[in-house]
Structure formats: structure tokens, C-alpha cells
């Protein structure tokens, strides 16, 4: 071990490493040049391979990289066992430290972990992204605790996300660790569910509700894990010192091991970064590009990681994890009287949402205080209880105060350069005092704070008269704050009424901002400043009276605005029909089997694109692009970034051989920014028709940019780290030019693509005329990212010949990539093989934006003749590859009073970006689902591109039709208000009837939407429900529950005629195995276990001897994208035909030998020369609509579904909670219930993310704010409804796909829009209270801050928002 004062330089800065040992899955790892800025799962993956774990954001937001760390810790002789984050753990503090991958607690060939094995069978799986992470937090927990509760299983996954199984699945198969055992676990189930609904008849019996049998898992022993290395051990014990030294390119880590070197060093280095949990500085090293030459790790100083009970409270070393003061603090409350731990219970309601476990488990207190974040949750706390800092610095300690004038500015506070925090003293509560700590943020779990508070208040003995107060808020300035004017205005006041009205007003007047405050949401912050206060009034109103106070007592209407969140644990029944007993039980179809790469990807051992094996002479290539949303390029400037270490070259629209156009179906993109023509666009819009005069102008030439991310050039290197450095230090001199940002800024510019679309049917005029009521409004719905798991990822492998490329690339489209590469190259595409095995997770999103990386990777590769690759960053993949389009719809609704309606008028304008891509078949979708599902009379419906500078927005779940049923089941709702009649009535008087048709002429056959609504109205108990909402609501003032049944009718097809084709490939080797191929692509929605399950039925074979490897261009060419829900279809169709010529083939050897085997007819025709390989073409019949005359088939058939959904919120600060959703669908007969159910739930999870969490914020100058699971929250593992129903229609026909299913991927998306409506149910109830009725404008998503200003209130009038126009917002609607 090399001591710190003495070295060959001597400074610590010299040259020379220590060695860091540690252990990675019981292997001894000695590493001797330990790069201090290199992270854990770089190392893991890159340096041993071990690929098992993920890297989905690089910013602790995920969970994907969650590993398990074990360390023996000598003065407690006892072993720690932790889930961290390895993308933000330091390779370099991992010295004494074992980790466990998912790699090491079991494998498909080895022996799998029960935590594996369970996550697999329960379903939990699909594209398996996520799947290596969240079995680590699992496994972490069951090392600390075999027999957890659930409430433990669901803090473990705080941190881990999961972007497609929508958790329940996950969630259940756990259960069956924990001590509630649950219907599923425990002892296992039998042959039902318990919290399945009893059946009601006969007709009944053939359904079920077990998707897995617990019984069948292997049993959990926890006396049989892996025992923490010997080795390691006695290397811990043996260790005399702790200080290291490690040195990489750029920085030095010197770690101490006591606390007069960290003084020493830290005086001679005033500079140096202190690096604790490293959750902060990771961040700020790898987003913010910040460089720290020195780091300082002192994580071992024992005064820095003691605890100390003092007289006045307990005094926590800075470096104290929050993991390790949250038990300290849980402790001391169980034994302390109550009133001294009023500080310490408020810390702990702050530390129950803060981030998530693996954050926690490695942030120090101290990190949390010296980052001094505006919106940090602790400091809070510590201000409102006066806690104590003691600063210390080599020559003496001083102990200050924690208030406002700690922190001297954003991000800074008054300690000196030289200075660090030794500890911090939480105080005792005293027998009058009462603390209270609030967080608000847009999601519960994992997510940073809009507002976030604590107060505190002394009274004088026995009495209500304030003798302190202090109010602390975060989020409201650029430091944490004390609202002193307020408070000292009530020193001295009873509290009551009275003084409720000053602290209101006064703080209304204290806590201002500035209108153009980063962050924006002003009026709400504003709000929850009073609202929050309100809760605390009415917390301590209680308290009091609980202590004998004379005080008023707090109306029962009001209790619950005190309660304190919670989650309650979820409970969920699956029911869906069963096969008949008759059937063989080798015949899989329609049994719910297992997605057949669950295992591997619950051990790690699915191979996703970047865990193929670097090549050897492989590079790695970096994007430059543009940060403004119009300029002109006036220079660019690589001659700094040619001189990185690592560089190779830069790449530029000149090194494209072929063509730089591209694009999904115009060309009008390109692969590089390029010289082009500038024209100018002029249009004129007069009446009812628009007229479009278009003049170009010609400029001279100029390299232009047309949205913020768009790609300019790249750079290549030797390694990812050094070509993203490369990528940064180009400089680009840009002449802005006009932006269009915002629809609105379109719509007033005419700024459209062409064609505007229209569908009519009946006479609009008439149907007006025959109204009894006009309804007219309005509504946005806001973008949404994908968030697949796995960002896009592209590898070219140029051959030695002919020009040919291989490129492994994470791809819905593996044909469209090829053509587009083979475009760009220059060569003819049989020289072009892409190969998908799998993604994870793709949405829609890696259908057509992904060819604008692969064709980048692959002029790279082209160019220097050496494999290439690139895997985007989470922040560039948001940033560059466009989402779900946001939507404006405006209407106008004739009705009659019955509710019938008669007459619909309705535009869309979608924001399409700055290129088509597939915006135009995103927008006829919208028209095509712009009724839903109710029968009208009198339709038009026109839908409008609007042309922006923002990123190309693209393919997603459900392609323009959620956007369009969003709209309609607005005006519904709107109906219903105005009419007073229940919503569901009207919504229940124009459904469809069978044999009706749409407005697109297209008749409905084999209806059965009538009978999903009626099975969802009985299952849901919605009468009951209803008057149990309305009794709730009239007893609670602050909290109102709503509920919404909502319909929805999906038009399976590509509306591209020419889509709707497919191929599959079926080769039978001589020893009777069979390889399958076909065209689509598994990206975890399950289709290849589909396929095999199909292909088993036809060949009559088992599922085992079949194999699906990947999906290739060179086997089944001219594929049409993974998408449209229509693959299963499509592909299963094709390999039904294949299969079908395989088994006529072998038809003659089977009579000839009727009793033998597979094998023996397979080995039979091959030796009489019989062809055992086939393909089979499908294409869907009767399709092609035409919008000009308003005819032809444009759907092939639809999928319906219905569902009901209850919710609450909270008035006072906009929060919610999904307390109930009963789905209905109608997926014919489910090829497959297990993945089935798995779709809906998924897809209603998303749908529930879009319409009301998920918001992308974007500056007016059309840059994108939210680029990384930090600012941007898909929904976690709290926001699934407490109780969960799916219900799979039984006996629902289907002529037109295979085997009488039915497409499944995104119709059951938009029934989550029931929750948006229940919200806005409740929120009328709120309004109610206020004196306000009749319809209003919620825009989707209905976040937190929309649910919050709706609910008008004394509260919010106190908050007006500034005047539109007198300043400049920091976000924009787009
Ligand atoms: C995914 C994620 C979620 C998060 N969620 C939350 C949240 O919900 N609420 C919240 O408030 N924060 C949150 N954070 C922020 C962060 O986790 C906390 O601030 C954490 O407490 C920082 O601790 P650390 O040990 O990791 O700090 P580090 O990154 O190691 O250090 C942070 C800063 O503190 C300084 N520092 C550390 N110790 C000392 C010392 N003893 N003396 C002087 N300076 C010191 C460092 O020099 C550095 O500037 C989140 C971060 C992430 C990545
Ligand atoms: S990759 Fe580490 S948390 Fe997302
Ligand atoms: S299975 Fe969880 S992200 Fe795909």
C-alpha cells in the first residue's frame, strides 16, 4: 500500500497507480492501471466482458446496470450487501469490494437463480432490457432479507424501470418471495386465482386466471447462495491502510484513510473534487463535461462515516450514506419518545422518495448538502430544524447553522476551498415543536422535486401562540430558502383561521418568481407553496388537538388533505379462456407460454447488439450536431478534435460514396447536412380551403441545419470515450436563422407538408342544423418519447469483397436499413446484410429513425475499411431520433339532447418536424380513429403536417390513433358535462352496432365492442363504484376520486397497401431440428414465440425442435417494418404457408410409416432427395383505401377493447393516485394469453405514461430539455393501479388473421386514456367545490401541475399567472 505523503514526484499527482483489488463474481481482479473516471459497467463490460448488465442511461435513472457490492466491514465483523448503480459507481472505489453480476448468481446452462427463474415464468421479461437489473435488486434484497414483505420487494425497485411489461407481471412473480405469499405464492396456486372474481356460471369454467403455477419454481434456499470470497476477506482484515492512489489520462484519485491526510490533501489541493457516492459528480463528468484533475475520495475516514447520540440529536459523518441515516433514524424513532423525533420522521418521509435504493445506498449526506441544489430534499429539512455543520479544515473546525445563509448562491454554500464537511447534528424535536416535510414532484418514485418544504413550529406551552416558525422551500429560488417574512409576520399569532389567511397571502407575495424562471411550471410552484403550507396548518391543527390545545378541530371534509401518501400494495386478476381439454397438450397455440428468451434474459445471457464481442481492429464513432433549431453553418472547425488522443478521423457528407438523400419514403432527409438549395416557402390560406403558392428563391448554397440534433458530421476513434470527447471539441459557427417551434407558430406561418388530408361522409351542414347543441373546443395532447430500454445501436462490419457490409443494428426495419445503407454506399443492396436478434424494446421508434445512425456507422466503416460502431447515449438517442408526434385537435360537435351526436368537425395538426418520415401515415391514422368508436352521422375530419424545426417525429404505439380517439373522447366527455347526463350513458347511446360503418365507408363485421363494454361495466362494479366515488367526494374537500369507462376501436393494417406482405423461411435439417425465419422482428413483444408456436401446430412437432436465431436480410428479403400490431399476422400467416409445403412434402413418408417419428419421416424424404426447406409469402387480401373517393378496405379488421379506471387526486398539490383499472379486450383466440396479457398491460402502462406523466420540454428556441429518465418520467413501479383487471374476451371470432387471433400491440395503448378522464371526473368534483361547472380544457399529459391549476381554488387565485406575451416562457407547448 503506497502512503500519500511520499511519493517518486512527491505529490500525490505524480505518476504510478496502486493496485485495486476487488472481486468480481468470485474471481480476484488486481487491476494496475485503474482509471479514475472509468465507471464499473464500463469495466465490466468492456474489460471482462461481463455484458450480462446494462447500460440504458448512464445517469442512475434506470436500474439497468444494477449490480450487487458485498463488503466486509471489521468494525462490526459483519458483511454488507448493497444494489448500486454501475454506471455511476467509480471502478477506482471498489478496492476490498466483491461484485455480483447477474452473471454470477445463475445461468440457462448452469443453474438457474429462483430470482431468475420466477421473473421468467411469471412473464416478467420481454425484450429483457431491463431484466438483468431488476433481478439484482431483487437478489440484493434477499441477501439482507429472505422473508420480505411486499412493501420491501417495491422500495427495492424505486430505481429500476421497466419500459414494457408494465410491472404487474414483475411484480407478481416476486410475490412469491415474500412473506404475503400473496394468491400466487407461498404455498403456490392451485387451479386459480384467489383474487380472481368468483365464477359466476357455467359458461364460466372454461376460464382462467393463473398465467404461471408457483408450485412448479424451484424453492428459494437462501443458505445456498455465494458466500462472500475468503480471500477478500482476509485481505479486509489484514489491511492496515486505506489510502490509494490511482491515476488515469486526466485525473488522480487519492483516497485517504485518515481524516488529517484528507485536511492535508485537501489544502494542497483546494481544487480537488470531494467524491463520496459520486451520484452528483458522475453526472456532472459525463453531461456536463466537467474534468476534475484531482478527486478525493474519503469514503473511509471513520469520523466521516461515524455516528454520534448527542445530548441535542445524532450527529451523522458527512459521508454517512442516506441508505445508513434512514435506519439510524428509523431506529431512534422506534425508541425515543415521539415528540423528540418530529425532525427525524420528517427526514425519513423525505428519504422515502428520494431517487431510488441503489442512489441511496451509495449517496453520503454530506454530498446531498455540499451540492447544494436548489431543489435538494434534505437541506429542506436540515433548514427548518436548525441542524448544526461542522466545517473543518486543516488548521481547526468551525460549526455553523444550517439556514439561507449557508448557501451563498446556486450550487454554492460558504464553505471555504480548503474546507470540507466533517458532519451534521440533526436535532431533537423539543415537546412543542412539529415538523413537517412535503416533496412534490411530477412522478413519486425516483424524481426530483418541483417544490419540496419543510416547516417546522414551537408554541408556547399549552398553548397555540407561534414562538418560532420556520419555512423552508426548495424549488422556489436558485438556493434553498426560508420564507423569514412570513414567518416572523406569525410569531406570536394563535393558530387558527386568522393566521392561516396572512401566512397565505404573505407567502404569495414572498414566494414569487420570476416568469421565466428555468424550470417554468411558475404558477403551480407559486401554488404548492400555499397549498403545501395548508397541509401543514392542518397537520398541526391536529397535532394540537391530539395534545389537549384548545384549537378548532379539523373538519372531517379535510383529513385527508393531511394524510401522508402511500402506496398500497397491488393486487391484479388475469382471465382469460382456456384451451379445450381435448386439444393435444404438444399443441401450444392459445396456452400461455413462457416468451421463449425469458430465461436467458433474466441471467444475462440474451445477446443484445452492443454486447457482441468488439472486433479486433473495431472502432467507435461519435455524432456531431447541430445545437440550433435553423442556422446556416458558416465553419466548421475539427482541428482540436484531430488532436484528441484516440482520434482516427471525421466523417462528413463528402466521404458519402452514394447518396447522401434519405429517408423512410421521401427522400427528403440526409444522412450528413449538406450543401443545399435555401428556398423560400410562402402560402396563403383564404376560407374554408387552403391555397398554397410556393416560391423558390434561390440563395446560394449553404450548409444548413433544421433542427437541434441534427446530424453534421462524425467522429471516430479508438474508443467511445475518446470519440465523444472528439465529437465535443468540434467547433461549428452557426447564422441563426427564424425557427418554427410550436404548432401554433405553424399554423400562423401556414408552415405545412402537403397533403392535407381530409375524410367526409354525410352532410356536415344538415347535421348541424339538426343539433339541438354546438359544442366547440380544443385540446393539445404533448409528444412522447419512446424510452425503449436499449437505445439505438448500429455495428458495420465491412467485408474484404465486392463492397459488401454487415451491420448488426437494434432495428424494427432491417430492409429499409439495408436499402438505405446500400443508398448511401453506393452499391447495390445485395451487398447489404443487416441482422436483428433482438431489441431492447423498440415501440415504434426503432422503425424507421434508426437508418439515420446505421447509415452514418456505415459510411464510417466504408471509409476507413474497419468495423465501426455506435451505440447512441441516452440523451443523444432523445434528442435525435424523434417521437410520438404532439397533436392540436379543434372541433365542433352537433348533438342532440338525448347525447346523440350528429354532426363532427374536427382538424388535427400534428407537429411533424423538420422531415416527413412517416408523418403522413401517422396523420391518416388519426383521421382513420378520429370517431373512436361511435357512430356519426355527419363527419369530416382533416388533419394538417405541421413543417418545424424540431427533430423528425416518427412511428409509436399506436401511430396517430391515440391522438385522434384522444380528441373525440374529449368532445364525448364535453357532451355528457353539458348535458348533466353520466358520461357513460352517452358514451354507451353512440357506440357502434354491428353492420354500421365508419366514416371512411368501411362496414363492421364481427362486432364485439358492445360485449367488452357490458363485461367491463360488470367487472369493474362501475354503478357501485360510482356511488361509492360520489359519497367519497362529498365527505372530502381536498382529495375527489373520478371514473371513466372509455372504448376503444383499433384498425389492424399497414394503411401503406403495399406493407402488408410477408415471407418466413422453414429449413428442417436431416436430424429433424427445424430453423425458422421469417420477417419480423422480436423486440420483446414476443413474436418469435408466436411463430413457433404456430410453426409447432402446422409441423406437428413440439416447440423445442424448433429455433428462431434472427431476422436477416439474406434469408427473408423485402420485409416490411415490425409495426402496425400486424405481425404476428402477416408473418404467422407466411409461416403457416412454408409449413404447410413442408408437411405436404413429408405427407407421403408419414402414411408410409404411420408410426414413426418426426425424425424418421424427416430422414426418410431427405434420402429420397425431398426439398426440406420452403418459403411462404402472405399478403393480406382486399385492402386499399383511397382518399379521394372515400372507398376501399382500409383495414383488414379491428381489435377492441374497453376499460374502467378510477383514480384520486390530491387538489392541493395536483398528485394522483391509479387506484382501479378493469380491462376488456377482444384478441380473438390469444395465440398466446401470457404475452397477450403481457401486451395489453404493457401497452396500457404506456398509454398511462402518455396521458398523464410523460412530458417533453422543449425552449422556445426548440431545444429539448428533457433528455434522460431525470427530467423525463415514464411511469415506475408505483404508478400501476392498485388493482388491476385484464379480461380476455372469450369466444370472440376473428376470419381474417391467423388462427382466428387478433393483433394485440397497440390497440390496448389508448385505454389508458380511462385514467385521463376519471382525472378529469375528479377534477370536476374539485371544481365543483369552487363554484365552477360545465366543460374545461385539460391538455394531455394531465401532470401534476394541469390537475393542480385546474382544481381552482382561494389557494391558486392568490397565484395568477403572469400575462401571456409580457415574457418569455422557459418551455413551450410544441
Ligand atoms: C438518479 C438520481 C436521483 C437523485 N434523486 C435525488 C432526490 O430525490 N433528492 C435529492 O435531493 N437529490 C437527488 N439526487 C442527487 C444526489 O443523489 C444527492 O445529492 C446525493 O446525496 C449526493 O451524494 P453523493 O455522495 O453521491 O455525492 P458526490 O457526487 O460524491 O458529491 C457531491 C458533491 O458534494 C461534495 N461533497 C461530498 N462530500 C463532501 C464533504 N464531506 N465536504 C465537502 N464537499 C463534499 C462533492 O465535492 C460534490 O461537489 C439524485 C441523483 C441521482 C443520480
Ligand atoms: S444505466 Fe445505470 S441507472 Fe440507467
Ligand atoms: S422487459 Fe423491461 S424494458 Fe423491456
Known amino acids: 500500500m503506497r502512503g500519500m505523503n511520499v511519493t517518486e514526484t512527491g505529490s500525490e499527482t505524480g505518476s504510478g497507480s496502486d493496485e485495486l483489488i476487488f472481486f468480481v463474481n468470485g474471481k480476484k481482479i488486481v487491476e494496475r492501471n485503474a482509471d479514475p473516471e472509468m465507471t464499473l459497467l464500463t469495466y465490466l463490460r468492456r474489460k471482462l466482458g461481463l455484458t450480462g448488465t446494462k447500460l440504458g442511461c448512464a445517469e442512475g435513472g434506470c436500474g439497468a446496470c444494477t449490480v450487487m457490492l458485498s463488503r466486509y466491514q471489521t468494525h462490526t465483523q459483519q458483511l454488507l450487501h448493497f444494489a448500486v448503480n454501475a454506471c455511476l459507481a467509480p471502478v477506482c472505489s471498489l478496492h476490498l469490494v466483491a461484485v455480483t453480476t447477474v452473471e454470477g448468481i445463475g445461468s440457462v446452462a448452469r443453474k438457474l437463480h429462483p430470482v431468475q427463474e420466477r421473473i421468467a415464468r411469471a412473464h416478467g421479461s420481454q425484450c429483457g432490457f431491463c431484466t438483468p437489473g431488476i433481478v439484482m435488486s431483487m437478489y440484493a434484497l434477499l441477501r439482507n432479507n429472505a422473508t420480505p414483505k411486499m412493501a420491501d420487494v417495491e422500495e427495492a425497485f424505486h430505481g429500476n424501470l421497466c419500459r414494457c411489461t408494465g410491472y404487474r407481471p414483475i411484480l407478481e412473480g416476486f410475490k412469491t418471495f415474500t412473506v404475503e405469499g400473496g394468491c400466487c405464492g407461498g404455498e403456490g396456486r392451485k387451479n386459480g386465482c384467489c383474487m380472481a372474481s368468483e365464477k359466476s356460471s357455467e359458461e364460466d369454467a372454461d376460464e382462467a386466471s393463473p398465467l404461471f403455477n408457483a408450485a412448479d419454481f424451484a424453492p428459494f434456499d437462501p443458505t445456498q447462495e455465494v458466500i462472500f470470497p475468503p480471500e477478500l476477506m482476509s485481505l479486509t482484515k489484514a489491511q492496515k491502510s486505506a489510502s490509494l492512489r490511482f491515476r488515469g489520462d486526466r485525473a488522480v484519485w487519492l483516497q485517504p484513510d485518515s481524516l488529517d491526510e484528507f485536511l492535508r490533501l485537501k489544502w494542497e489541493h483546494p481544487d480537488a473534487r470531494v467524491v463520496v457516492g459520486n451520484t452528483e459528480v458522475g453526472i456532472e463528468v459525463k453531461f456536463k463535461n466537467m474534468v476534475y484533475p484531482v478527486i478525493l475520495a474519503p469514503a473511509f475516514i471513520p469520523e466521516l462515516n461515524t455516528v454520534t447520540h448527542t445530548e441535542g440529536g445524532i450527529v451523522f459523518g458527512a459521508a454517512c450514506t442516506l441508505s445508513h441515516m434512514g435506519a439510524v433514524l428509523k431506529q431512534a424513532v422506534a425508541t425515543l419518545p415521539p415528540h423528540q423525533t418530529e425532525v427525524f420522521l420528517a427526514v425519513l418521509e423525505q428519504l422515502r422518495w428520494f431517487a431510488g435504493l441503489q442512489i441511496r445506498n451509495v449517496a453520503a449526506v454530506g454530498g446531498n448538502i455540499m451540492t447544494a441544489s436548489p431543489i435538494s430534499d434534505l437541506n429542506p429539512v436540515f433548514m427548518a430544524a436548525g441542524c448544526k455543520l461542522t466545517l473543518i479544515d486543516k488548521d481547526g473546525s468551525r460549526v455553523v447553522q444550517m439556514d439561507d445563509a449557508f448557501f451563498t448562491g446556486y450550487r454554492r454554500t460558504i464553505l471555504r476551498p480548503q474546507e470540507v464537511l466533517l458532519s451534521i447534528e440533526i436535532p431533537y424535536s423539543k415537546k412543542t415543536q412539529f415538523v413537517s416535510a412535503f416533496k412534490q414532484s411530477p412522478r413519486r418514485e425516483d424524481d426530483i422535486s418541483t417544490v419540496t418544504t419543510a416547516m417546522s413550529v414551537t408554541f408556547t406551552p399549552q398553548t397555540d401562540i407561534v414562538e418560532d416558525l420556520r419555512l423552508s422551500y426548495g424549488g422556489m429560488a436558485p438556493t434553498t430558502v426560508l420564507a423569514k417574512k412570513t414567518a416572523s409576520r406569525l410569531l406570536g399569532r394563535r393558530w387558527g383561521e386568522e393566521l392561516l389567511q396572512v401566512a397565505c397571502s404573505s407567502l404569495a407575495e414572498e414566494m414569487t418568481l420570476d416568469p421565466s424562471v428555468p424550470g417554468g411550471m411558475v404558477t403551480y410552484r407559486r401554488t404548492l407553496t400555499l397549498s403545501l403550507f395548508y397541509k401543514f396548518y392542518l397537520t398541526v391543527l391536529q397535532k ?103 482520434v482516427v478521423c471525421c466523417v462528413f457528407a463528402d466521404d458519402i460514396p452514394g447518396s447522401n438523400a434519405t429517408g423512410p419514403i421521401e427522400y427528403d432527409e440526409t444522412v450528413f447536412a449538406h450543401h443545399q438549395v435555401c428556398f423560400l416557402f410562402l402560402s396563403d390560406q383564404s376560407g374554408d380551403s387552403v391555397r398554397f403558392m410556393t416560391m423558390l428563391m434561390m440563395f446560394p448554397s449553404c450548409l444548413q441545419v433544421t433542427c437541434v440534433g441534427h446530424i453534421i458530421g462524425a467522429v471516430v476513434a479508438d474508443t467511445q470515450l475518446h470519440a465523444q470527447r472528439a465529437a465535443k471539441a468540434v467547433r461549428i459557427q452557426y447564422e441563426e436563422l427564424q425557427p418554427i417551434i410550436t404548432i401554433q407558430e405553424a399554423i400562423a406561418a401556414q408552415s405545412f407538408y402537403q397533403p392535407i388530408r381530409t375524410i367526409e361522409m354525410g352532410d356536415l351542414e344538415a347535421g348541424f342544423k339538426q343539433a339541438d347543441h354546438i359544442l366547440e373546443g ?162 369530416r375530419g382533416r388533419g394538417f403536417l405541421c413543417r418545424t424545426n424540431l427533430t423528425s417525429n416518427t412511428a409509436f404505439r399506436g401511430f396517430g390513433g391515440p391522438q385522434g380517439m384522444l380528441v373525440a373522447e374529449n368532445w364525448i366527455a364535453d357532451v355528457a358535462q353539458i348535458l348533466g347526463r353520466p358520461a357513460e350513458e352517452v358514451r354507451r347511446l353512440n357506440l357502434y352496432v354491428e353492420g354500421e360503418s365508419t366514416p371512411y365507408n368501411q362496414i363492421l363485421h364481427q362486432f364485439t365492442l358492445d360485449r367488452c363494454w357490458d363485461e367491463c361495466l360488470s367487472r369493474s362494479r362501475y354503478q357501485e363504484r360510482r356511488a361509492a366515488i360520489d359519497l367519497y367526494n362529498r365527505k372530502n374537500r381536498w382529495t375527489k376520486r373520478g371514473l371513466a369507462i372509455v372504448p376503444t376501436k383499433f384498425g389492424i393494417s399497414f394503411t401503406a397497401v403495399f406493407l402488408n406482405q410477408a415471407g418466413a423461411l422453414v429449413h428442417i435439417y436431416t436430424d429433424g431440428s427445424v430453423l425458422l425465419t421469417h420477417g419480423g422482428t422480436e423486440m420483446g413483444q414476443g413474436l418469435h414465440t408466436k411463430m413457433i408456436q404456430v410453426a409447432s401446430r402446422v409441423l406437428g412437432i413440439p416447440c423445442s425442435k424448433i429455433h428462431i436465431s434472427e431476422t436477416s436480410t439474406n434469408t427473408v428479403p423485402n420485409t416490411s417494418a415490425t409495426a402496425a400490431s400486424a405481425s404476428s399476422d402477416l408473418n404467422g400467416a407466411a409461416v403457416q404457408k412454408a409449413c404447410e409445403i413442408l408437411v405436404k412434402r413429408l405427407e407421403p413418408y408419414k402414411t408410409k410409416n404411420p408410426k414413426g417419428s418426426w425424425e424418421d419421416w424427416v430422414i426418410a424424404a431427405y434420402f429420397d432427395r425431398v426439398n426440406l426447406s420452403a418459403n411462404g409469402f402472405y399478403k393480406t387480401p382486399d385492402l386499399g383505401y383511397d382518399f379521394d ?61 402518455l396521458f398523464t406523466l410523460e412530458e417533453l420540454h422543449y425552449s422556445p428556441q426548440g431545444v429539448l430539455l428533457t433528455r434522460g429518465p431525470g427530467s423525463y418520467k415514464i411511469p415506475a413501479f408505483g404508478d400501476i393501479p392498485t388493482q388491476l383487471t385484464v379480461s380476455l374476451l372469450r369466444d370472440a371470432p376473428n376470419d381474417k388473421a391467423i388462427f382466428a387471433s387478433k393483433a394485440v400491440g397497440e390497440p390496448p395503448l389508448f385505454l389508458a386514456a380511462s385514467v385521463f378522464f376519471a382525472i378529469k371526473d375528479a377534477i370536476s368534483a374539485a371544481r365543483a367545490e369552487s363554484g365552477i361547472s360545465g366543460p374545461f380544457r385539460l391538455d394531455s399529459p394531465a401532470s401534476a401541475e394541469r390537475i393542480r391549476n385546474a382544481c381552482s381554488d382561494q389557494f391558486t387565485k392568490l397565484c395568477p399567472p403572469a400575462e401571456p406575451g409580457t415574457f418569455t416562457p422557459w418551455s413551450v407547448q410544441v
Open 544 to 646: 394540537l388537538r391530539e395534545q389537549g390545545v384548545n384549537v378548532e378541530e379539523v373538519g372531517s371534509d379535510c383529513l385527508s388533505a393531511t394524510e401522508i401518501y402511500h402506496q398500497e400494495t397491488p393486487s391484479s386478476v388475469q382471465v382469460y379462456q382456456v384451451v379445450p381439454k381435448e386439444r393435444s397438450q404438444e399443441d401450444m397455440v392459445g396456452r400461455p407460454m413462457m416468451h421463449l428468451s425469458a430465461l436467458k434474459q433474466a441471467t444475462g445471457e440474451a445477446v443484445y447488439c452492443d454486447d457482441i464481442p468488439l472486433y479486433e481492429n473495431e472502432l467507435y464513432l461519435a455524432l456531431v450536431t447541430s445545437t440550433k433549431a435553423h442556422a446556416n453553418i458558416l465553419s466548421i472547425d475539427t482541428s482540436a478534435a484531430e488532436c484528441l488522443p484516440g
Open 778 to 939: 380544443e385540446m393539445h395532447i404533448g409528444g412522447q418519447e419512446h424510452f425503449y430500454l436499449e437505445t439505438n445501436i448500429t455495428l458495420a462490419v465491412p467485408q474484404e469483397e465486392d463492397g459488401e457490409m454487415e451491420l448488426f443494428v437494434s432495428t424494427q426495419s432491417a430492409t429499409k436499413t439495408q436499402s438505405l445503407v446500400a443508398k448511401a454506399l453506393g452499391v447495390p443492396a445485395n451487398r447489404v446484410v443487416v441482422r436483428v436478434k433482438r431489441m431492447g424494446g423498440g415501440f415504434g421508434g426503432k422503425e424507421s429513425r434508426t437508418t439515420i445512425l446505421s447509415t452514418v456507422v456505415a459510411v464510417a466503416a466504408n471509409k476507413l475499411k474497419r468495423p465501426v460502431r455506435c451505440m447512441l447515449d441516452r440523451d443523444e438517442d432523445m434528442l435525435i431520433t424523434g417521437g410520438r408526434h404532439p397533436f392540436y385537435g379543434k372541433y365542433k360537435v352537433g348533438f342532440l339532447n338525448s347525447g346523440k351526436v350528429v354532426a363532427l368537425d374536427v382538424s388535427y395538426y400534428s407537429n411533424t418536424g423538420n422531415s416527413m418520415d412517416l408523418s403522413l401515415s401517422v396523420l391518416e391514422r388519426a383521421l382513420f380513429h378520429m370517431e373512436n368508436s361511435y357512430s356519426i352521422a355527419n363527419v
Open 1189 to 1249: 373517393t372515400n372507398s376501399g378496405r382500409a383495414f383488414n379488421y379491428f381489435s377492441y377493447g374497453v376499460a374502467c379506471s378510477e383514480v384520486e387526486i390530491d387538489c392541493l398539490t395536483g398528485a394522483h393516485k391509479n387506484l382501479s383499472t378493469t380491462i376488456v379486450m377482444d384478441v380473438g383466440h390469444s395465440l398466446n394469453p401470457a404475452i397477450d396479457i403481457g401486451q395489453v398491460e404493457g401497452a396500457f402502462m404506456q398509454g398511462l405514461g
